[in-house]
Nanobody, 118 residues
Framework: VQLVESGGGSVETGGSLRLSCAAS????????MGWFRQVPGKEHEWVAS????????YYSDSVKDRFTISGDNAKNTVYLQMNSLKPEDTAVYYC????????????WGQGTLVTVSS
């Protein structure tokens, strides 16, 4: 399975970006996908995930009401719409696939950098 992220870049505070993740390979084994992020020197932080079994989506408190995860299970694609971006959102964002809970998202992409300037 390969996960390829795109859509990262630089934006000013308050701006928006949309990340995309295209998956290829035997995706039928996965029941969920999601996004993590990492700031250099810090642990990975779970951001959002989507449960393909019922379409439910989940968010960390730090991004709730600003970010929206969506996707197309048939197309093996997941998106992360990021609005009202803050400097603290600056990180490398990783797409992940696996089960329906964040700890089971164990197949990762290479990441895409998001930089939010103040």
């Amino acid at each position: 399975v390969q996960l390829v992220e795109s859509g990262g870049g630089s934006v000013e505070t308050g701006g928006s970006l949309r990340l995309s993740c295209a998956a290829s390979g035997r995706m039928s084994v996965f029941t969920g996908m999601g996004w993590f992020r990492q700031v250099p020197g810090k642990e990975h932080e779970w951001v959002a995930s989507i449960d393909w079994t019922d379409g439910s989506s989940y968010y960390s408190d730090s991004v709730k009401d600003r970010f929206t995860i969506s996707g197309d299970n048939a197309k093996n694609t997941v998106y992360l719409q990021m609005n009202s971006l803050k400097p603290e959102d600056t990180a490398v964002y990783y797409c992940a696939a696996g089960g329906t809970c964040p700890v089971s998202l164990d197949t990762w992409g290479q990441g895409t950098l998001v930089t939010v300037s103040s």
